[in-house]
Each structure stands twice: as C-alpha cells, then as structure tokens.
C-alpha cells in the first residue's frame, strides 16, 4: 500500500525546520488522526542535552495543542542513511493517543508497523490494555 505522495513530500520537507546541531541527526514526522488532518513536527535540540524533544513527540503534541486527542498514524523521516525506528519514549506516547500505525520513509522506501508490534506490552493507567 503506498503512502500518499503529498504526505511522503510533507514529511521530507520538515526536514530542513529540524533544530539538530548537536547530533546533526534531523527528524521530521507527521501525526495524522482518523479523520486525516496533519500535524507536523521535528526533532528541537538543546545545549542541555537531555532537554532534546524526538520529532514524533512535538509532532503528537502539536496535534494534542490542536484539539486532537486521537492519531491513528506517525510517519517519520530522517537524515540517517537508514530508516529511522521511534525510541521507546515516543512509542509509549504514541500508545496514549491510539496510534495504530507507525509508517517509516526512507529515500523511496516506505516501512509499515503496527505499533502493537513495535510496543507490545505498554504500560497503561489502568493496566489492562
Ligand atoms: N530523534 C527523533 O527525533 N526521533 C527518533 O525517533 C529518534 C531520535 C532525535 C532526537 C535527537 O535530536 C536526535 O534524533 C539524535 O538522537
């Protein structure tokens, strides 16, 4: 199934917005709710290391700012000469939102998870998900 080519470009294109000059690691996502409007975002470093935010975070989280509190998808996109998996902390967000999908965009490639597989046991409020 391939993605649509307009979202491939928008998430390539928030590369450049990326504010990494201390990996030089740029991410750009996109997250996308059921109804399918599009929230970007990109990873915002900082010279205290740990406050760095991953580009999926400031992307959820713009759309939570929007009124979002469903995303069924993140696609994400990086400078790495690799395709680029989520860390743990942005998996775990992603859980809270209802992600279903995790779409990664490498060159031409275009790599399909479900987070379920990528997150198999989330920690939940209620634990019982
Ligand atoms: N980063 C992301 O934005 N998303 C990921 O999935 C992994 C890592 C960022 C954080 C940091 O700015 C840089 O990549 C290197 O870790």
């Excluded at 993140?74 to 942005?90: E, K, M, W």
Aim: hydrophobic share 40%; charged share 25%.
């Amino acid at each position: 199934m391939s993605l649509n080519e307009e979202l491939i470009r928008l998430v390539k294109d928030g590369l450049k917005h990326s504010y990494a000059p201390y990996s030089g690691v740029r991410v750009s996502a996109l997250a996308i709710t059921p109804e399918g409007r599009v929230y970007r975002g990109v990873n915002v470093e900082n010279a205290s290391l740990g406050l760095s935010v991953c580009a999926e975070r400031v992307a959820i989280f713009n759309a939570v700012t929007n009124g979002e509190r469903r995303i069924k998808t993140v696609v994400i996109t990086s400078n790495l000469d690799r395709p680029i998996y989520p860390c743990g902390a942005c998996l775990q967000v992603m859980q809270e939102f209802g992600v279903e999908e995790v779409v990664i965009v490498h060159g031409d490639e275009v790599i399909r998870h479900k987070l379920k597989d990528l997150l198999p046991m989330p920690f939940t409020w209620e634990g019982r998900r």
